[in-house]
């Protein structure tokens, strides 16, 4: 019978009125598809000041871009290897 482990929690990035938010969006773009977004480290939630949330998503497109120029789906990015789990 198929089974999925779910470790649970989240893994929170917390992010300062000042910040450099270029940065944040580079290292947390960087550290979420590593095993496919499957480490205890890969962030999953953001906690900010609203008034930086559009800067940040701006900022997120462009290193997602800039790290896989081709797509999530592309050989650069680690892929699951069943079809059934793409699918």
């Known amino acids: 019978m198929p089974t999925t482990l779910e470790l649970g929690g989240k893994s929170l990035v917390i992010v300062g009125q000042g910040a450099d938010i270029k940065d944040v969006?580079?290292?947390?773009?960087?550290?979420?598809?590593q095993i496919?977004?499957?480490t205890y480290h890969a962030p999953d939630?953001?906690?900010?000041?609203?008034?930086?949330?559009?800067?940040?998503v701006a900022e997120k497109d462009k290193a997602a871009k800039t790290l896989f120029p081709r797509g999530i789906l592309s050989p650069d990015y680690?892929?699951?290897i069943q079809q059934r789990h793409v699918e």
Request: proline share 4%.
């Open 36 to 38: 496919a977004g499957q």
């Open 25 to 33: 969006a580079e290292r947390a773009i960087a550290a979420k598809p």
């Open 78 to 80: 680690v892929i699951l």
């Open 45 to 56: 939630c953001v906690l900010m000041h609203c008034s930086e949330v559009d800067t940040l």
